[in-house]
């Protein structure tokens, strides 16, 4: 591993002051936050990310979570992903985000994993995490051989010629559903970001995933008050049962009513170049009966744009049983 300078500043300010000296919060960035380190310093072992400053930001005061005035939640940047699995405020009013942290990697990282590590972990595609490969994500204009390569695990939603390559999050899959806020502060100040707008489609700029310049520090994360009487699932197909990826994953946030669906909030994982939010399902299932057809019709509306690659086509289908089948649990639970 190459050499790096690493600094504990004394308050998110002074953290904020230090990080503003990089060039880019992209990839290729001089300067790092590091919380949990699993995504990072496995990065920087591979020496895909080779910061020459480490931000420690452990010791900020960002580790709670507490209700807001508006009667939601507020996370904190680096309450750990098993502390909030665990909450008794998230197990009660935001199961799907319990079940999607619970379904992620193993029990040992997620005591590690923060909040703000989940929201901006890296892509899982083999080309970015090896050097000797090209990859448009880790050197803009080098190439993507997972377009004509191994692609059984990447996405076939949102994306481009420049790169296909899946956001791994669970986390972020049920925050999409939940209608998450991000909250930032940067060196001109604090802002909130829908999560919606927060990853970046990768377009012909790969190397560009998220919204935040130089300096932005994530302090927390806030939820909505809860919907009364909704219904909450989140749903992972992967590999093995355990310490893996998605292909597939659904979070569904559902109101029924008298037989009908009033109110869906629907996100899928696994599938995406970011947490995929599915507006097109939403739409074909609100106001529809809440029986198996009626899901099945969203399933293929929330699908319908996707482009398979050589080897993850499997993935439309597997998609489409997922986020049905995950309607049809939350609307017989
Ligand atoms: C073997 C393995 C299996 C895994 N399986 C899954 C899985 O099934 N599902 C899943 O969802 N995830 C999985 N993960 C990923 C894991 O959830 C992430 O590594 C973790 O959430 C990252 O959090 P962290 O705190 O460790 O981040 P770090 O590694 O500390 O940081 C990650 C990035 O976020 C930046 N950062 C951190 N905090 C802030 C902040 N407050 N403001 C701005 N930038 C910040 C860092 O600079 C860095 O770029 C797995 C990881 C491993 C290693
Ligand atoms: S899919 Fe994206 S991350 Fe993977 S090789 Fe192509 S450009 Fe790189």
Redesign the pocket.
Same mark, same amino acid.
């Given at each position: 591993m190459h050499t790096f300078e690493f600094v504990r500043p004394p308050d998110s300010a002074a953290a904020v002051a230090t990080a503003a000296k990089a060039k880019t919060a992209q990839q290729g960035a001089d300067v790092?936050?590091?919380?949990?380190?699993?995504?990072? &310093?496995?990065l920087m072992k591979l020496n895909v990310?080779t910061p020459g400053r480490l931000i420690d930001?452990n010791r900020l005061a960002?580790d709670k979570i507490e209700p807001t005035p508006e009667g939601g939640l507020k996370i904190g940047?680096?309450v750990r +992903?098993s502390d909030l699995a665990h909450h008794p405020a998230v197990q009660r009013d935001y199961a799907v985000l319990s079940q999607a942290l619970l379904?992620?990697?193993?029990a040992q990282?997620r005591n *590690?994993?923060?909040t703000?590590? +989940?929201l &901006?972990?890296r892509t899982r595609c083999m080309y970015f995490r090896d050097t000797a490969m090209s990859c448009n994500k880790r050197e803009p204009g080098t190439g993507c051989p997972a377009i004509t390569g191994s692609n059984r695990m990447l996405a076939v939603l949102g994306t481009s010629d420049q790169c296909i390559a899946t956001n791994?999050?669970? *986390?972020c899959v049920a925050m999409a559903a939940l209608e998450a806020t991000i909250h930032v502060q940067g060196p001109k100040g604090q802002r909130a970001i829908p999560i919606g707008d927060f990853h970046l489609l990768p377009g012909s700029t790969p190397n560009r995933e998220t919204v &935040?310049e130089p300096g932005?520090?994530?302090?927390h994360v806030t939820l909505p008050p809860p919907v009364a009487g909704n219904r909450q699932v989140y749903l992972k197909l992967r590999d093995r049962a355990s310490?893996?990826?998605?292909l597939a994953s659904a979070a569904v946030v559902v109101t029924v009513a008298g037989g009908k669906v009033t109110r869906a909030r629907i996100a899928l994982g696994g599938v995406g170049t970011k947490p995929w939010r599915s507006p097109e399902a939403e739409a074909a299932l609100v106001g529809q009966a809440a029986n198996e057809a009626s899901f099945r019709k969203a399933a293929d509306a929330a699908m319908r744009d996707a482009k398979p690659q050589s080897e993850n086509g499997f993935k439309i289908e597997l998609a489409k049983r997922c986020l049905a089948h995950a309607l049809q649990t939350a609307a017989t639970s």
């Amino acid at each position: 591993m190459h050499t790096f300078e690493f600094v504990r500043p004394p308050d998110s300010a002074a953290a904020v002051a230090t990080a503003a000296k990089a060039k880019t919060a992209q990839q290729g960035a001089d300067v790092r936050f590091i919380a949990g380190g699993t995504t990072l &310093l496995d990065l920087m072992k591979l020496n895909v990310e080779t910061p020459g400053r480490l931000i420690d930001i452990n010791r900020l005061a960002l580790d709670k979570i507490e209700p807001t005035p508006e009667g939601g939640l507020k996370i904190g940047a680096t309450v750990r +992903n098993s502390d909030l699995a665990h909450h008794p405020a998230v197990q009660r009013d935001y199961a799907v985000l319990s079940q999607a942290l619970l379904s992620g990697a193993s029990a040992q990282l997620r005591n *590690m994993a923060t909040t703000a590590g +989940n929201l &901006l972990q890296r892509t899982r595609c083999m080309y970015f995490r090896d050097t000797a490969m090209s990859c448009n994500k880790r050197e803009p204009g080098t190439g993507c051989p997972a377009i004509t390569g191994s692609n059984r695990m990447l996405a076939v939603l949102g994306t481009s010629d420049q790169c296909i390559a899946t956001n791994p999050s669970d *986390m972020c899959v049920a925050m999409a559903a939940l209608e998450a806020t991000i909250h930032v502060q940067g060196p001109k100040g604090q802002r909130a970001i829908p999560i919606g707008d927060f990853h970046l489609l990768p377009g012909s700029t790969p190397n560009r995933e998220t919204v &935040l310049e130089p300096g932005d520090l994530i302090t927390h994360v806030t939820l909505p008050p809860p919907v009364a009487g909704n219904r909450q699932v989140y749903l992972k197909l992967r590999d093995r049962a355990s310490y893996e990826f998605a292909l597939a994953s659904a979070a569904v946030v559902v109101t029924v009513a008298g037989g009908k669906v009033t109110r869906a909030r629907i996100a899928l994982g696994g599938v995406g170049t970011k947490p995929w939010r599915s507006p097109e399902a939403e739409a074909a299932l609100v106001g529809q009966a809440a029986n198996e057809a009626s899901f099945r019709k969203a399933a293929d509306a929330a699908m319908r744009d996707a482009k398979p690659q050589s080897e993850n086509g499997f993935k439309i289908e597997l998609a489409k049983r997922c986020l049905a089948h995950a309607l049809q649990t939350a609307a017989t639970s």
